[in-house]
Every structure is written in structure tokens, then in C-alpha cells.
Nanobody
Framework: QVRLVESGGGSVQTGGSLRLSCAASLRGFDTYEAGWFRQSPGTEREFVAGIAGSRIAGSGATTSYADFVEGRFTISRDNAKNTVYLQMNSLIPEDTAVYYC????????????????????WGQGTQVTVSS
């Protein structure tokens, strides 16, 4: 059974930092693209960041970020631990949301997906709350 389990969410004040983790039970995880999305009440789930798997890493950009990240967030992965991370710095109240991890491996694709439809596997989410 494929599982993605997020952790690391919590409550911080404006300007604070959090590091989210996503542990995946996917065989050959290093070949999967992985991404982080977020959703706040009343809004659609939106792309935050994505990272290439080893299969496409040599074909172009290895990471992708939403414009609103503005250099504050960094996505990374440790394939030996089957884990993807999202380091979030300079957090602001607008970053408050449930953050979801996603993963996908599509052999005909050579880019990092930035839409929900680009990912087959999802975690349950972890809440991030930023207070002013």
C-alpha cells in the first residue's frame, strides 16, 4: 500500500520557520517527482514546490516553485530515507494552510508537474498556522 505521511507542521509567529517532512512508502522513490501543495479554507489546493526524480533530473530544472514562495521555501529530498522536505522560512500569515505532499512517476513526462492532476499519490496533510 502506497503511503505518504507528512509531519512537521505547527504554529509559528510571523517570520518564523518550519520544516515539513514527507515519508514515502514507494519502491523506487528516487525516480518519482514529488511536490508540496497547500490549501486554506475556501480556496483551491495550490502548488507550492516540486522536485524532480532521478529519471528526469538531467533533463531540465530539478526544482520548481510557485511565485509566492519568493525564495522563502526550499524543497529537497533524501532518497536514502524516502523523504522529501519543505524548509519554510520568513513565514507570513498568508502561508497558513494544510500542506500536502504528493508524488508521481509518469514515464512520458520530462518536467516537474505543477498541478494536482500531475500527481497520483497524496498524503493526508499537515496543518501550518502562522500568527501575526
Amino acid at each position: 500500500q502506497v503511503r505518504l505521511v507528512e509531519s512537521g507542521g505547527g504554529s509559528v509567529q510571523t517570520g518564523g520557520s518550519l520544516r515539513l517532512s514527507c515519508a514515502a512508502s514507494l519502491r523506487g522513490f528516487d525516480t518519482y517527482e514529488a511536490g508540496w501543495f497547500r490549501q486554506s479554507p475556501g480556496t483551491e489546493r495550490e502548488f507550492v514546490a516540486g522536485i524532480a526524480g532521478s529519471r528526469i533530473a538531467g533533463s531540465g530544472a530539478t526544482t520548481s516553485y510557485a511565485d509566492f514562495v519568493e525564495g522563502r521555501f526550499t524543497i529537497s529530498r533524501d532518497n536514502a530515507k524516502n523523504t522529501v522536505y519543505l524548509q519554510m522560512n520568513s513565514l507570513i500569515p498568508e502561508d497558513t494552510a494544510v500542506y500536502y505532499c504528493a508524488a508521481d512517476r509518469t514515464y512520458t513526462r520530462l518536467t516537474i508537474p505543477t498541478t494536482q492532476s500531475g500527481y497520483d499519490y497524496w498524503g493526508q496533510g499537515t496543518q501550518v498556522t502562522v500568527s501575526s
